[in-house]
């Protein structure tokens, strides 16, 4: 690697700078990082020194964990379920000595429009995490989690699961979102043919009447 372009961690290193105010300084169009053919971030030394020189310090602010452990469940009577996922995440990451938030929520694993998940993979895309920490894969999602495994590695960030083997209740639960997407999909093809019927007998109506 060209010696005059540093990654985030050597500048922290000889700097003092963390990442988030690399972004910041991103965000504000005062610091322009080149991409390497991979998509990773590489800085300028120069550039970096030069805004040090004109005394662009670093954010007062401390800076957000870059833990985020994300739970889930799928309905309001599982709240006990979510309390205690909460509670083994939150133990494994003071076990590992991570700073850490923690994002739950009570929404369906096949609902695309949860806003913990939105904000998670908004995190991740600002660069803003090192990892994420679930219990199971599929509180993160019940279809596509291909899609987001690999979303999440573009931006670097790695996916840490606690538990291979699912719980009874995750097994109960998969069965409740089972339904629900027969009860959408069933919802969605009678919708169809009653409209279908109605056209239909206002077609008819209209040959009766003419």
């Not at 700097?15 to 972004?23: A, C, D, E, K, V």
């Not at 870059?66 to 709240?79: C, D």
């Amino acid at each position: 690697m060209d010696p005059l372009l540093l990654t985030a961690h050597q500048i922290q290193e000889r700097y003092g700078l963390h990442r988030n105010t690399l972004y910041k300084w991103e965000k504000q169009g005062i610091l322009h990082p080149v991409r390497t053919p991979g998509g990773r971030r590489r800085y300028r030394k120069e550039e970096i020194e030069r805004l040090l020189s004109l005394g662009v310090g670093a954010p007062s602010e401390k800076p957000r964990p870059r833990t985020l452990l994300y739970a889930r469940v799928s309905t309001k009577k599982q709240e006990a379920f979510l309390r205690n996922q909460i509670a083994r995440l939150e133990a494994f990451a003071r076990e590992r000595g991570w700073e850490y938030e923690v994002i739950a929520e009570v929404a369906s694993g096949v609902n695309e429009n949860r806003r913990g998940l939105v904000k998670l993979l908004n995190r991740a895309k600002n660069g803003e995490l090192e990892r994420v920490v679930v219990e199971y894969e599929d509180r993160l999602a019940r279809f596509g989690l291909g899609y987001v495994r690999r979303f999440l590695e573009a931006f670097g960030v790695e996916l840490v699961v606690l538990n291979g083997k699912e719980s009874q209740e995750v097994h109960e639960e998969l069965a409740e979102d089972l339904v629900a997407v027969v009860s959408s999909f069933a919802a969605r093809i009678y919708g169809k043919r009653g409209s279908r019927s109605g056209r239909t007998r206002d077609a008819q109506a209209g040959k009766a009447e003419s």
